[in-house]
């Protein structure tokens, strides 16, 4: 007497859907990487307190000024988020560090070869990188901006004002500011390949440079001054509507960070890691 048997049918095999393509898989194992290391919780721990002892910092400043014997330096009633803005003079290289060590980091350890062995395609891989730095040094803005405000307005007092509105938006264009050049210092990064030259770099371009052309206060050089990063990200997060509307200081710096990503992806195709 034979014995039957019964086959289930084979279920068919499941189609990888959106959330499983290459691009979303090399997202999140950059997103994984970066927060796997303790440089990036040293990053911003360092930034939160260097905001901390600016924001503090220049808010005692401009209350000092409204009350001391020089009638010639008084500021007046200052914004919370007019500190929180002057803050990130210092504050923006912290998260500037986050950006750049999101690929120097591999490159001084050899990680970038597996890196590259589990995303081979380098543009997919920088890309990756520049859609989780854009993210975590967004969010990290908004934190940061928070953090000036919370210290700035009980320092400055009578001396300060914080309009709900006016201080939620500059601490917005705080973040997408310290985003736009996170993504920048990813891509200086990609091509340089080592984080202090990088940074110097980055310090060049955003504070040395257009100082030193504002200097001799010659309307060309001041012109061209305008047009570096670091200046129309100020006057992108001041509102400004002189010597262009605000919105034309944002367009100039999302360039720079585009640029950057050029240049580095640039870089990765010719060099082997």
């Known amino acids: 007497m034979s014995t039957l048997r019964t086959i289930a049918p084979a279920r068919p095999a499941s189609r990888p859907g959106p959330a499983d393509g290459p691009f979303t898989g090399a997202v999140a194992a950059e997103w994984t990487k970066l927060w796997s290391v303790r440089s990036t919780w040293w990053t911003l721990l360092a930034g939160v307190l260097v905001m901390a002892v600016t924001a503090g910092q ?20 200052v914004t919370v988020g007019s500190i929180v803005i002057g803050s990130l003079d210092l504050t923006q290289y912290a998260v500037l560090a986050l950006g750049l060590l999101a690929i120097t980091a591999e490159y001084s350890t050899g990680t970038i070869r597996t890196t590259l062995r589990c995303t081979p395609s380098r543009g997919r891989m920088l890309l990756a990188k520049a859609v989780v730095v854009a993210v975590v040094t967004f969010l990290f803005g908004l934190l940061l901006g928070g953090v000036g405000a919370l210290v700035a307005g009980p320092v400055l007092g009578g001396w300060g004002r914080a309009p709900a509105a006016g201080t939620l938006g500059d601490v917005l264009a705080t973040a997408v500011y310290l985003a736009l050049g996170g993504v920048l210092a990813l891509g200086l990064a990609a091509a340089l390949r080592h984080a202090v030259l990088t940074l110097t770099v980055l310090l060049a371009v955003l504070m040395i440079v257009p100082l030193s052309l504002q200097e001799p206060q010659i309307t060309v050089l001041t012109r061209i001054a305008d047009a570096f990063p670091g200046v129309a990200g100020a006057h992108f997060m001041a509102g400004d509507t002189d010597p262009y509307p605000a919105a034309v200081g944002l367009l100039l710096l999302a360039g720079w960070t585009g640029a950057g990503l050029t240049l580095g992806r640039a870089a990765l195709r010719r060099r082997d890691a």
Request: proline letters at 10%.
């Open 58 to 77: 220049l808010a005692i400043y401009a209350a000092n000024a409204n009350t001391d014997d020089d009638p010639t330096n008084n500021p007046g009633v």
